[in-house]
């Protein structure tokens, strides 16, 4: 038992030794040896807050390598992370759809549309569009469709507002439409670089099938490219103005007008008589012509009938009194 006990003691004193001139060493080389302060590079990211598990293809993975490489192998807690830093995405424009809708009471629609015209070409704008008709009651009303920039839309709505002796119905819309043209603007780039690339193909085949084949490419390439430039330049045309549609309607104005012409009225009911007499005289010929030879030709029949009838009435009661 004590030589178990004297190995062991000589074992653990070489371990100490070994220890303190291992030690001794390492401070020379000007590092401070400490195992709980030693780490692995996995763990080291986890306590900077990197992801625990890393690409070792990426830039952030081939940076931590080469940072874990530089220590020698080792990294001290607290030690900065190269992390490559990433580009950060272009500002996207907003892109807003603006439309408004009034329906104005006025007094007059030629000087309104004049109006508005001046207040649509002072805020850069213009008419669109223009629709109106008048009533029986001589009132005039209509639709105006005016455009303007997005960026003057709400000016121009107020001031054509006050314009109006009564404004009976107002809204307004808009869409955010960025996302959407962004998109269509990404898709536009891909189907343009595409396109390149199947051009240079183009320049090198050789084949009448390759030169086919690559053509029909280059086309269907080509046509989505005019299908999203289409659609990126209504969306832009939708975005850059905006639509105010204005429907006017003149107020009804009570006025003593000269609306009673009784020598007007007199022709027309003498017109009315001459019609009804007119009437008359025609339902007589009619009746004359028509209706008495067919009166006088029904009567004849029923009294042909009626002398048949009591003819033979009469001769079959003598029948029965013979009997």
Partial sequence: MNKILKIGGIVLGALTVCFGLFTIFDSFNGNKFSPAEVVAPSVAIDEVGAPSSLNKNSSVGVAVSADYAASGGGRMVGAPLAVAPESSPAPVE?????????????????????????????????????????????VKSGVLTVKVPVANFEKTFAEIKSVANLVIRESTSGQDVTEQYADLKAQLTNSQAEEQSFLKILAQAQKIDDVLAVTREVSRVRGEIEQLQGSIKYLESQTDMSVISVSLTEDVNITVVDSWRPLQVAKEAVNSLVKEIQGFVDFIIRLLIVGLPLLLLWVVLLGAVYLAGKKIFFKIQNNQKNK
Avoid: M
Wanted: hydrophobic share 35%; no cysteine.
């Fill in 94 to 138: 907003k892109k807003i759809v603006k439309n408004g809708d009034l329906s104005l009471k006025i007094d007059n629609v030629d000087a309104t549309v004049k109006r508005i015209t001046e207040i649509a070409r002072g805020d850069g704008g213009e008419i669109f569009a223009s629709n109106f008709y008048q009533s029986g009651k001589n």
